[in-house]
């Protein structure tokens, strides 16, 4: 079946490193993955995604790594910030239809 | 601020009851997804609604159904509530484009149903 799934569930970061969240997913006919932040209380929020035929795409401080080989994607964030503790998931999207990973929280150490 | 709206915040029923959750998209947006996030879980599709008919359902019974209105806004009903059900119930809005296989979801904070 289609799965989504993450290798590591919490992330401790101190402030100012670089964090990297790794996803393993399973569904190769996937068209584009897709890494939401969720804090307390909140829908998921919109991070950044990227398409099946690409290897990488960077945004804001963040830049998201695909490859297909091994089927694994990961979200890398630089510098970061307090702001940026929060659940993360990863998503893989075959055509209208979402399938999420199980969650990886990060926390930012002062 | 996505613009997606969700009511109610918080809805407490008890098993065997029915529950009506409803969702307004986001302006200018004609699809709505909804998915159930059980606690400490990624969130779970159940369906999908486009120009006001179901287009795509997860693995959920059909006491899970749902409709969309003419102004894209959307409805979530559960019969027979089971204490499973116990979750928090999102939706999603965007905008299909047929040139496009995927179209960037905008969540609403969600409503927190509790089943006892």
């Known amino acids: 079946g289609e799965s989504v799934g993450l290798h590591l569930p919490t992330l401790s970061v101190q402030e100012g490193d670089n964090s990297i969240i790794n996803c393993a997913y399973s569904n190769s006919a996937s068209d584009y993955f897709i890494w939401y932040k969720q804090e307390s209380g909140k829908g998921p929020q919109f991070i950044i995604d990227?398409?099946?035929?690409?290897d990488k795409r960077q945004g804001q401080r963040v830049t998201v790594l695909l490859n297909k080989t091994v089927k694994h994607l990961s979200l890398q964030i630089a510098a970061t910030q307090p702001g940026d503790s929060a659940v993360y998931f990863c998503?893989?999207?075959?055509?209208?239809?979402?399938?999420f990973g199980g969650g990886t929280r990060v926390l930012v150490k002062p | 601020e996505t613009g997606v709206t969700q009511s109610p915040t918080h809805l407490i029923k008890t098993r065997g009851q029915q529950v009506t959750l409803r969702c307004s998209s986001q302006s200018g947006h004609n699809t709505v997804s909804w998915y159930q996030q059980a606690l400490g879980q990624g969130p779970q599709f159940i369906f999908q609604y486009y120009r006001e008919e179901e287009n795509g359902r997860g693995n959920f019974p059909p006491r899970f159904s749902g409709l969309q209105f003419p102004n894209y806004s959307s409805e979530l009903n559960v019969n027979a509530l089971e204490l499973d059900d116990s979750a928090l119930y999102l939706c999603a809005s965007s905008t299909r484009s047929g040139s496009r296989p995927y179209n960037e979801q905008f969540f609403g904070p969600g409503t927190r149903l509790t089943v006892l």
């Open positions: 998503a893989e999207a075959a055509g209208n239809k979402l399938t």
């Open positions: 990227i398409r099946s035929n690409m």
